[in-house]
């Protein structure tokens, strides 16, 4: 399996968002995720943790007992180094995992949560199967994933991000998330559009990846890197401008019958 992300990607991703955070909102985000969520004891599944930001907010601020999976090892290693420098370690179990079907218990968690991991997964349906598999009934998932505007990679901003881009995805619109998560017996599903947030926010982050972060950049990478990199976050900024690219939350409940 290809490294997606790099010890030097991490690190420029860190200098965007912040420490432990591969994407964008931090604490905030996370917490709007979540939020009316009783997460104080829950056990609750991070699914692609990355480098653990976000499970630290879920253990430190909401107490909730979470286990971290990802599929790269580097993720890993830097999520439980966040987590013993944030004190929260005796919370957070990380587990490095295979793609594919996950290996664990079923009806094991409260919560299922992840925080734009799951583009990354190209089979949607099995996906959202196994989910509903280790939920308890009446458990909740709860996340934020990047979905796709109708007629996406018919914008030119788009496929150029696509093609400057390294990593590999699979997107979904909306709709098909949402029937797709009916189809696995999800109810209560519900989807927020984040796509005007994520709007303003990518052209900060676009500014600030052409001009104030652009030495620390090349420091961690190269200046190659750096300028293929400042030009694929110009097109992401303009993709989620036109709604090709559209940030959502996503909701849905295991029935208990």
Request: overall charge negative; aromatic content about 8%.
């Amino acid at each position: 399996m290809a490294v997606q992300y790099a010890e030097e990607f991490i690190d420029r991703l860190h200098l965007i968002w912040g420490p432990g955070f591969l994407s964008p909102g931090g604490p905030e985000e996370v917490g709007a995720i979540v939020e009316r969520l009783a997460l104080d004891g829950a056990r609750l599944l991070d699914i692609g943790c990355g480098t653990g930001g976000p499970a630290v907010v879920l253990a430190r601020d909401k107490g909730a007992r979470v286990t971290c999976i990802d599929v790269e090892p580097q993720l890993i290693a830097r999520g439980r180094r966040l987590a013993e420098e944030a004190g929260v370690a005796d919370r957070i179990a990380f587990r490095l995992v295979e793609p594919g079907p996950l290996p664990l218990e079923a009806e094991s968690f409260d919560v299922v949560f992840s925080k734009d991991a799951l583009i990354h997964i190209p089979d949607k349906q099995a996906l959202y199967a196994e989910i509903l598999r280790v939920l308890k009934p009446g458990g909740v998932f709860a996340a934020s994933d990047w979905l796709a505007g109708a007629g996406a990679m018919d914008d030119p901003a788009f496929r150029r991000y696509v093609d400057l881009g390294h990593l590999k995805f699979t997107m979904a619109t909306a709709e098909e998330t949402t029937a797709i998560m009916r189809e696995a017996g999800f109810a209560d599903v519900a989807t927020i559009d984040r796509n005007a947030w994520y709007a303003e926010v990518s052209a900060q982050e676009a500014a600030a990846i052409a001009g104030p972060l652009r030495e620390q950049i090349i420091e961690v990478s190269d200046l190659a890197t750096f300028e293929r990199w400042r030009d694929a976050r110009q097109a992401l900024a303009e993709a989620t401008r036109h709604g090709s690219l559209r940030p959502t939350h996503l909701r849905g409940r295991k029935p208990k019958g």
